[in-house]
């Protein structure tokens, strides 16, 4: 027997040589004025398998590295839910407009990074002076400096042995980003962007922080130079053109009465939800789920449960009890929805459901 690899018999090949005659002589008869083949000289063409037809990839397309004082990054349709790796950039604008699987980012400086949707984690790695817009499924970083986050996190965000970490909700537009999120199997409506948790805490300090609520995303991360290639990226940081809904995550709330209003699956479900908010979440429900929840309400609102996840959210205020009822009945009259009947039920609609939620996700 032979390994795979090893090299012909040299011995096989002379015994080969030697029954091979130098000179044939061939005498035949012919009958007729067709004549027969002796055998197949044609020649068969090589199998092809699957991995034979796949698009060749070259590692340099998914990965920035050691570059200074320039913009650079992937336009849309670029990545494909690839993985990608930036590594080693100094004083760079980094726009990554698509969606990955997973994005590291390793010993950058100074840097201002927009990276689309990803499906998994993003990793940052002996980073400092960063200003990034990031949506992920996971975020974590580890020996960071000076971070300033605008954040979309599925999960509860991770920090280790960092500092000076701020955070905001993420606010950021362009044209193919809904697909993106969509592609990468993330939910505008859950967003954990406040809800840090810090593996490495210093006794009497504060590795992180929230930024301020007025914070503009395009004063931490401007847009492309118009002479880059990514010129003809309509961008904005508009919060009312957020993909993402903007939400005051752990920031205290302007008023102490709340309401619960949750859209039941339907066409315009996300359109609908997107035109309030302050904190967002969306999740699947059994029959069971719904009469723990919404109690006296469950009734009439099992039936909904099957035709998907719902969208539920909190908002604050005075009066706002009575503003979302109003809203309920003039802006959605043909959606099915839930709304906090009075302010003295409304507290414990929030509490109940986003509790739910929180338990339904891990959190």
């Given at each position: ?189 859950n967003n954990n962007w406040s809800n840090i948790h810090d593996f490495t805490p ?139 009947e009075n302010k003295n039920s409304s507290s414990r609609d929030v509490d109940n ?11």
């Amino acid at each position: 027997m032979g390994c795979f690899f090893s090299k012909k018999s040299k011995r096989k090949s002379s015994e080969k040589d030697e029954r091979t005659p130098t000179t044939t002589t061939v005498e035949t008869t012919t009958t007729t004025n067709s004549s027969v083949p002796l055998g197949n000289n044609s020649e068969e063409p090589p199998k092809q398998y699957s991995w034979d037809k796949r698009e060749k990839v070259d590692p340099k397309d998914y990965m920035l590295s050691g570059l200074k004082d320039v913009t650079v990054g992937r336009l849309p349709g670029k990545l494909n839910g690839q993985q990608f790796v930036i590594q080693d950039c100094e004083n760079c604008n980094i726009f990554v407009f698509d969606h990955a699987a997973t994005i590291t980012i390793d010993d950058c400086v100074n840097c201002r990074i927009v990276l689309g949707p990803i499906k998994g984690s993003v990793f940052f790695r002996d980073c400092k002076d960063i200003k990034c817009v990031v949506a992920c499924q996971q975020f974590r970083t580890r020996d960071c400096k000076k971070m300033e986050v605008f954040l979309c996190c599925a999960t509860q965000p991770i920090i280790e042995s960092s500092t000076g970490m701020k955070f905001g909700c993420f606010q950021y537009f362009y044209p193919d980003l809904a697909f993106h999120f969509k592609d990468a199997g993330l939910s505008i409506f859950n967003n954990n962007w406040s809800n840090i948790h810090d593996f490495t805490p210093v006794s009497g300090e504060n590795n992180w922080s929230l930024l301020p609520e007025s914070s503009k995303v395009l004063d931490f991360v401007p847009v492309p130079d118009p002479e880059s290639e990514f010129k003809s990226v309509r961008i904005s940081g508009d919060p009312e053109r957020s993909i993402v809904p903007l939400t005051k995550g752990g920031r205290r709330k302007d008023s102490d009465e709340s309401c619960l209003f949750v859209f039941f699956a339907g066409e315009y479900t996300t359109a609908n939800a997107r035109k309030l908010i302050d904190e967002t979440k969306e999740v699947s429900m059994r029959p069971e789920d719904v009469k723990r929840v919404f109690q006296n309400s469950a009734d009439e609102l099992v039936d909904w449960i099957p035709k998907g996840p719902v969208i539920a959210l909190e908002l604050s205020g005075g009066g706002v009890v009575d503003a979302c009822r109003s809203i309920a009945d003039q802006v959605f009259p043909g959606t099915k929805v839930f709304v906090s009947e009075n302010k003295n039920s409304s507290s414990r609609d929030v509490d109940n459901f986003f509790n739910f939620a929180d338990m339904q996700m891990g959190l």
